[in-house]
């Protein structure tokens, strides 16, 4: 077997713009003052960026700007509304939080946020929690359904699930008087 042969053909660049620099141009484009000037700005802007994510730090709500919550998390979440009071075995410390936005009238909401510390619906408005009908097409059977014969009890859940063609959804909406 005889090896493929690979020719290159290389046409030389006319145009001073647009030829490679050679070693000593590389030395004058990065030198090493603009190359620590380049590293202290990015890690300026790293923090920058992190203390801008970061709310006040706040002990009440009142620290907080208008419309803001001062967001204490807790030390150990829920994540169940079984056995939801609260160990007395200690005084409580005082914590530190961050002021975080209300959500608004139709965000998305969690109904255990406010339970953990987090801020949940704005003040005149509930997390309420209903089953919505999924958009559906025209079934379609390519083979017999199978039955179940065992199905997990509701007890040992936390939530229900949906019905057939229902999904559990989640909003902050007005509290009707």
Same mark, same amino acid.
């Given at each position: 077997?005889?090896?493929?042969?690979?020719?290159?053909? =290389?046409? %030389?660049?006319?145009?001073?713009?647009?030829?490679? %620099?050679?070693?000593? &141009?590389?030395?004058?484009?990065?030198?090493?003052?603009? !190359?620590?000037?380049?590293?202290?700005?990015?890690?300026?802007? =790293?923090?920058?960026?992190?203390? @801008?994510?970061?709310?006040? =730090?706040?002990?009440? &709500?009142?620290? /907080?700007?208008?419309?803001?919550?001062?967001?204490? +998390?807790?030390?150990?979440?829920?994540?169940?509304?079984?056995?939801?009071?609260? +160990?007395?075995?200690?005084?409580?410390?005082?914590?530190?939080?961050? /002021?975080?936005?209300?959500?608004? &009238?139709?965000?998305?909401?969690?109904?255990?946020?406010?339970?953990?510390?987090?801020?949940?619906?704005?003040?005149?408005?509930? /997390?309420?929690?209903?089953?919505? @009908?999924?958009?559906? +097409?025209?079934?379609?059977?390519? !083979?017999? %359904?199978?039955?179940?014969?065992?199905? !997990?009890?509701?007890?040992?859940?936390?939530?229900? %699930?949906?019905?057939?063609?229902? &999904?559990?959804?989640?909003?902050?909406?007005?509290?009707?008087?």
């Amino acid at each position: 077997m005889s090896e493929p042969v690979v020719s290159w053909c =290389v046409q %030389p660049n006319l145009s001073p713009l647009a030829r490679e %620099p050679d070693q000593t &141009e590389l030395r004058l484009l990065v030198s090493p003052d603009t !190359m620590k000037l380049q590293i202290v700005l990015v890690i300026a802007s =790293v923090f920058t960026a992190a203390y @801008a994510a970061v709310g006040q =730090v706040c002990m009440t &709500e009142a620290e /907080c700007d208008p419309g803001e919550c001062c967001q204490i +998390l807790s030390e150990f979440m829920v994540v169940s509304k079984r056995d939801l009071l609260p +160990l007395q075995t200690l005084p409580p410390l005082r914590k530190t939080g961050t /002021c975080h936005k209300y959500q608004n &009238e139709g965000d998305h909401c969690n109904t255990f946020d406010k339970i953990n510390g987090y801020c949940s619906c704005a003040p005149g408005l509930k /997390c309420n929690t209903y089953q919505v @009908a999924l958009p559906t +097409l025209k079934p379609v059977m390519t !083979m017999a %359904p199978t039955v179940v014969t065992h199905m !997990m009890s509701a007890a040992r859940r936390a939530f229900l %699930p949906p019905k057939d063609g229902y &999904e559990w959804v989640s909003k902050c909406e007005k509290i009707n008087p």
